[in-house]
């Protein structure tokens, strides 16, 4: 009794002649960043602000935000104060 491979296979006639050696990826040189929108930044700080603490990830990673864009967001609307001084003083340490 033969047994199957169970090593996956190259298809030959993915090698056609004429198709492409490499896949181009189309990769930017420099990625634009996202600009969103008021209503949409009302909507996550909505979203965010109705829910649990361990529901906001699944928001985050729904809408592929970090947690620190929703920082930014309510610290530009005044909701959370950063301060720019840093936490930790090195020089006496």
Excluded: W
């Excluded at 005044?78 to 090195?90: A, N, R």
Aim: with cysteine.
């Amino acid at each position: 009794m033969v047994m199957p491979s169970t090593h996956a296979t190259v298809n030959s006639s993915a090698h056609a002649i004429g198709a492409p050696s490499r896949v181009d990826p189309e990769v930017l040189e420099k990625p634009e960043r996202r600009q969103f929108s008021a209503a949409y930044k009302l909507q996550i700080l909505q979203e965010t602000d109705s829910c649990q603490a361990a529901q906001i990830g699944i928001i985050l990673r729904r809408e592929g935000l970090y947690s620190s864009t929703v920082a930014f967001l309510l610290s530009d609307l005044g909701v959370i104060k950063t301060s720019e001084e840093p936490k930790v003083d090195m020089q006496n340490i």
